[in-house]
């Protein structure tokens, strides 16, 4: 009786897993603050455009790691982005003043609130001024790629 219910349970679990994955011709949403779409496989290929959290997309196809998806909105672009930063599901933000920022809403969606940092940053004597300082910094794709090239690095996935 046990073994049944542990296959029934792992059975369940395998069907929610392959129910959550990201097929071609699924409408997707947009779980990065800023995504751009990239005119191949590969973090160093042109950038298209950018969609924003929140946006819909349809997944034209899947190549490993990555999906090719479409956006019709303001204006209609194709592109490829790292299927993670897509999502099944959607975290609106309520409308109106005092709504949340697209910061919020997309920490929100991965569990983590203004909230819960308040209460880590207490309960743990932690300061987040150096991850603010990080978050706020931006670096260029092509100051990127004259790092890699000039030392030496690997490039990994093109």
């Known amino acids: ?23 071609a011709g699924q409408t997707v949403y947009v779980t990065a603050r800023s995504l751009p779409l990239k005119s191949g496989i590969g973090f160093f290929a042109r950038t298209l455009g950018t969609l924003a959290y929140g946006d819909s997309v349809t997944v034209l196809q899947i190549n490993g790691k990555w999906a090719q998806v479409e956006y019709r909105g303001r204006t209609t672009i194709s592109g490829w982005t790292a299927h993670t ?18 910061r919020e809403v997309a920490m929100a969606g991965k569990g983590f609130t203004e909230e819960v940092e308040d209460v880590y940053r207490e309960t743990n004597n932690v300061d987040f001024d150096a991850v603010d300082l990080i978050e706020a910094g931006r ?19 093109e």
């Open 139 to 157: 670096i260029s794709d092509e100051d990127l790629l004259s790092f890699i090239s000039e030392g030496r690095l690997s490039m990994g996935d």
């Open 1 to 23: 009786m046990k073994r049944a219910i542990i296959v029934l349970g792992m059975a369940l679990v395998l069907t929610g897993v392959a129910a959550a994955q990201i097929r």
């Open 85 to 102: 930063n897509l999502s099944t599901k959607r975290v609106l933000a309520a409308g109106g003043a005092g709504s949340a920022s697209s």
